[in-house]
T-cell receptor, first 114, second 114 residues
Framework: GAVVSQHPSRVICKSGTSVKIECRSL??????MFWYRQFPKQSLMLMAT?????????EQGVEKDKFLINHASLTLSTLTVTSAHPEDSSFYIC??????????FGSGTRLTVV | AQKVTQAQTEISVVEKEDVTLDCVYE???????LFWYKQPPSGELVFLIR??????QNEISGRYSWNFQKSTSSFNFTITASQVVDSAVYFC???????????FGTGTRLTIIP
C-alpha cells in the first residue's frame, strides 16, 4: 500500500528557534498533501493544503508566516514552524492522497517547545 | 459545509464485550465518502474503512462491522468481542466528492478493560 514517511517523530526545541518537519510519499507521487495539528485529546484540525509547485492554501486562523509549507517535489512536503513558542507544542500529522489508496497519513511529529 | 459528530467522548468496556461507536454526519452533497480511522497511543492514523454514499451495504471485516444508514445520516462502527489491543481513539471522517479536505469528528476514546 501507499506509505507516507514523516520525520522527525519527536522533536524538542528551544523557544524562538525554528523546526522543520518532513513528509515524504515513498511509493507514489502526491500532488496534494495536507498538514494537520492535533492538541491532546482533541481532533485533527487541518492547517493547510500543500500543492506541489505552488503556494500552500491555509485554513482560516492559521498564520502562514509562522507555519511555512514547501512542496517542492511530488514526493516531499515540509512544514517549518518558525520562531516556535510553547503554545506551538502539539502533534503535527501530514497526509497525502494516492489514486489507489485514498488518504495516507504520516506517523506524526510530536513537537515540544521549551 | 459538512460536519461529523461523534457524541461519545469516551467509552470503556470489559474485554470480550461488543461495543458500538456512533458517527452522525451532515452534508449538503449527495456524493461523499465516509471513513473510520484508528489512532493508537503511538499517534499514527490507521485506516479502517472507506464507504461511498451510494453504497449502503453493511460491511464486516473480522471483528469489525460498519452500519451505514443514509436515512439517519449515520455510519456506526461495531467491534465484536473486544480486545485490549482495540484500545485507541477512533475517528469518523467525511469528504465530499470533488473536495479533498477531510472533515474529522471529535473522536471517541475507547478503553478495553482486561
Amino acid at each position: 500500500g501507499a506509505v507516507v514517511s514523516q520525520h522527525p517523530s519527536r522533536v524538542i526545541c528551544k523557544s524562538g528557534t525554528s523546526v522543520k518537519i518532513e513528509c515524504r510519499s515513498l511509493d507514489f507521487q502526491a500532488t496534494t498533501m495536507f498538514w494537520y495539528r492535533q492538541f491532546p485529546k482533541q481532533s485533527l484540525m487541518l492547517m493547510a493544503t500543500s500543492n506541489e509547485g505552488s503556494k500552500a492554501t491555509y485554513e482560516q486562523g492559521v498564520e502562514k508566516d509562522k507555519f511555512l509549507i514547501n512542496h517542492a517535489s511530488l514526493t516531499l512536503s515540509t512544514l517549518t514552524v518558525t520562531s516556535a513558542h510553547p503554545e506551538d507544542s502539539s502533534f503535527y500529522i501530514c497526509s497525502a492522497i494516492s489514486a489507489n489508496y485514498g488518504y495516507t497519513f504520516g506517523s506524526g511529529t510530536r513537537l515540544t517547545v521549551v | 459545509a459538512q460536519k461529523v459528530t461523534q457524541a461519545q467522548t469516551e467509552i470503556s468496556v470489559v474485554e470480550k464485550e461488543d461495543v458500538t461507536l456512533d458517527c452522525v454526519y451532515e452534508t449538503r452533497d449527495t456524493t461523499y465518502y465516509l471513513f473510520w480511522y484508528k489512532q493508537p497511543p503511538s499517534g499514527e492514523l490507521v485506516f479502517l474503512i472507506r464507504r461511498n454514499s451510494f453504497d449502503e451495504q453493511n460491511e464486516i471485516s473480522g471483528r469489525y462491522s460498519w452500519n451505514f444508514q443514509k436515512s439517519t445520516s449515520s455510519f456506526n462502527f461495531t467491534i465484536t468481542a473486544s480486545q485490549v489491543v482495540d484500545s485507541a481513539v477512533y475517528f469518523c471522517a467525511l469528504v465530499n466528492f470533488g473536495n479533498e479536505k477531510l472533515t474529522f469528528g471529535t473522536g471517541t476514546r475507547l478503553t478495553i478493560i482486561p
